[in-house]
């Protein structure tokens, strides 16, 4: 798989000749330094870039066939995604940020669920608040109920420590982590920090938008 991006200065190679294989249940850390094509490679992975050339698929469902329609459904039913910024709505409480998923599959439960997510994860008492009433972590933690509170098969997570402090850092790897064996997710995440990658099945290193080297986490600096 390969992705190039057109620009005033000609067209640019992000990606080049990528091979991949997650299997399920496995989570995966992508390490390099910055530039290195990582989260290009996870937005790739989760459908919202489109590659270049070659074939991405997931679940069995070739993604690169499907139009925005069908990747935003996609999406929906079967993948979390989890941003460094938070990507909140702002005029929504912590409880409709989360429950917005859920709503837009038909869940009739929605609000009870997304409910239970934050009470969950440690934040119900701040249900109804609005992300600008948030700490940072705080709002990480919103981002992650809304991620896991539609129980997604694929969980994908972008420097999700990367805007916070080491405690708030911390105990988000830890969520992370606990979806995980909560929920069975196979999780891929976008990290510089040596220690939530280490906690990873598998590391891969990019570098230059290039594969370099991929170990077993034990074996992992």
């Known amino acids: 798989m390969t992705l190039s991006l057109n620009g005033n200065a000609g067209t640019v190679e992000i990606l080049h000749d990528i091979t991949l294989s997650?299997?399920?249940?496995?989570?995966?850390?992508?390490?390099?330094?910055?530039?290195?094509?990582k989260s290009s490679l996870l937005m790739v992975?989760?459908?919202?870039?489109?590659?270049?050339?070659?074939?991405?698929?997931?679940l069995g469902r070739d993604l690169t066939a499907m139009d925005e329609d069908a990747l935003a459904r996609f999406r929906r039913d079967h993948m979390g995604?989890?941003?460094?910024?938070?990507?909140?709505?702002?005029?929504?409480t912590a409880l409709e940020n989360v429950a917005t998923p859920l709503e837009l599959a038909g869940d009739r439960d929605a609000f009870d669920k997304a409910r239970a997510e934050l009470e969950a994860i440690g934040i119900g008492h701040r249900a109804d608040h609005y992300p600008s009433q948030m700490s940072g972590g705080e709002q990480q933690r919103v981002?992650?109920?809304?991620?896991?509170?539609?129980?997604?098969?694929?969980?994908?997570?972008?420097?999700?420590?990367?805007?916070?402090d080491g405690v708030n850092g911390a105990a988000i790897m830890d969520m992370l982590f606990g979806l995980r064996d909560r929920h069975g997710a196979t999780l891929v995440?976008?990290?510089?920090?040596?220690?939530?990658?280490?906690?990873?099945?598998?590391?891969?290193?990019?570098?230059?938008?290039?594969?370099?080297?991929?170990?077993?986490?034990?074996a992992a600096e």
């Open 45 to 58: 992975m989760g459908g919202l870039e489109r590659a270049s050339a070659g074939r991405v698929s997931a």
């Open 189 to 218: 995440l976008v990290t510089h920090a040596p220690d939530l990658a280490a906690r990873c099945d598998r590391v891969v290193t990019l570098n230059d938008g290039r594969l370099a080297s991929e170990k077993m986490a034990e």
């Open 22 to 37: 997650v299997t399920k249940g496995e989570t995966l850390g992508l390490i390099g330094p910055s530039g290195s094509g």
């Open 143 to 164: 981002a992650l109920a809304r991620a896991a509170a539609p129980r997604p098969e694929i969980l994908l997570a972008d420097e999700p420590t990367g805007n916070l």
């Open 81 to 92: 995604v989890v941003f460094q910024s938070f990507h909140l709505i702002p005029t929504m």
